[in-house]
C-alpha cells in the first residue's frame, strides 16, 4: 500500500445529541482513489465534513501529510491543498460560473491552461461562463462543483455523491476527468452509491456501518465478492447505479 496521506485515529463526532462518528479509523493512501461505502445513516457525509472542519471531532485524529488537522477552521485546512465537493454542490447561484470559479481559485484569477483542461471534459462551463450559475441544470451545477474543487491542483479532494442524479453522458465526463487527476497523483476520498462509477475509478473500498469501519479491502477484490457485498451493504454492489 502506498504511504498515507490522509489518516483518522479513533474520530468520534457529535452533531447536538447525536453521537455519529463512534471511533472512525482508515487510512487514504496518497496517489489513490478510496470509496468509502455504506448504507444510508451510516456516517459517511459526516466523516468528510469532520475532515473539512465543518464538524469538529470531539475525540480522535485527523492527520493530514503529516500534521493533525482536527478541529482547525475550514478555512485552513482548504489552505493545506484539500477540497470539498458537498453532495449539496454549494455553488455561489447568484454569481456567474465565473465569478465562482475566480472564488475557489486561491492564487487569484484561475489559470487559463488548467480552465481549458476542465472545459475539455465540462464545455457547458465554456458556453454558460458569464451565465448567473442558478440558471444551470441540476447536472451543470455538478459539474461547475467539480470543476470549483479542481480549478487549481489539490492535494486531496473529498467527493459526496457526485453522480446523484446526474445524466450518463456527464458521468462519462467525470469518469475522464477523475482518471486524469489521478494520473497527476491526486489522492480523492469518494463517497459514492453509484458503484459503476466507483468501480471504474476506485483503489480501495472502505465500507462504514453505524458510525463505525467495519470493513476495507482493495475495490477489486470487493468487486469479486458478492457475498462480502450483501452481508456489509444489504444488497449486491452491481444493483447500485
Known amino acids: 500500500?502506498?504511504?498515507?496521506?490522509?489518516?483518522?485515529?479513533?474520530?468520534?463526532?457529535?452533531?447536538?445529541?447525536?453521537?455519529?462518528?463512534?471511533?472512525?479509523?482508515?487510512?487514504?493512501?496518497?496517489?489513490?482513489m478510496t470509496v468509502l461505502l455504506g448504507r444510508n445513516g451510516a456516517g459517511k457525509t459526516?466523516?468528510?465534513?469532520?475532515?473539512?472542519?465543518?464538524?469538529?471531532?470531539?475525540?480522535?485524529?485527523?492527520?493530514?501529510?503529516?500534521?493533525?488537522?482536527?478541529?482547525?477552521a475550514t478555512p485552513d485546512i482548504a489552505l493545506a491543498g484539500i477540497a470539498y465537493v458537498p453532495e449539496s454542490m454549494g455553488v455561489f447561484a447568484d454569481l456567474t460560473v465565473r465569478e465562482n470559479m475566480v472564488l475557489a481559485a486561491q492564487k487569484g484569477a484561475p489559470d487559463a491552461a488548467r480552465l481549458e483542461w476542465i472545459f475539455g471534459f465540462f464545455p457547458a462551463l465554456k458556453r454558460?461562463?458569464?451565465?448567473?450559475?442558478?440558471?444551470?441544470?441540476?447536472?451543470?451545477?455538478?459539474?461547475?462543483?467539480?470543476?470549483?474543487?479542481?480549478?487549481?491542483?489539490?492535494?486531496?479532494?473529498?467527493?459526496?455523491?457526485?453522480?446523484?442524479?446526474?445524466?450518463?453522458?456527464?458521468?462519462?465526463?467525470?469518469?475522464?476527468?477523475?482518471t486524469e487527476l489521478k494520473r497527476d497523483e491526486t489522492t480523492i476520498l469518494l463517497v459514492e452509491q453509484n458503484f459503476r462509477f466507483a468501480q471504474a475509478l476506485g483503489d480501495w473500498a472502505v465500507v462504514m456501518d453505524d458510525g463505525r469501519i467495519v470493513h476495507r479491502e482493495t475495490m477489486a477484490e470487493l468487486s469479486a465478492d458478492t457475498a462480502t457485498q450483501t452481508r456489509l451493504l444489504g444488497l449486491s454492489l452491481e444493483t447500485h447505479g
Do not use: C
Request: hydrophobic share 45%.
Open 46 to 72: 459526516t466523516t468528510l465534513r469532520t475532515i473539512m472542519g465543518l464538524w469538529k471531532p470531539s475525540r480522535g485524529k485527523v492527520i493530514f501529510d503529516g500534521a493533525e488537522i482536527g478541529g482547525r
Open 128 to 178: 454558460f461562463w458569464t451565465h448567473p450559475a442558478g440558471v444551470l441544470s441540476g447536472g451543470q451545477k455538478q459539474m461547475l462543483s467539480i470543476a470549483r474543487a479542481v480549478v487549481e491542483p489539490r492535494r486531496l479532494i473529498l467527493i459526496d455523491e457526485p453522480t446523484k442524479g446526474i445524466a450518463p453522458a456527464i458521468i462519462e465526463n467525470m469518469i475522464r476527468a477523475f
Open 1 to 32: 500500500m502506498a504511504e498515507a496521506l490522509l489518516t483518522l485515529e479513533g474520530v468520534h463526532t457529535y452533531i447536538g445529541q447525536y453521537h455519529i462518528l463512534q471511533g472512525v479509523d482508515f487510512t487514504v493512501p496518497r496517489g489513490t
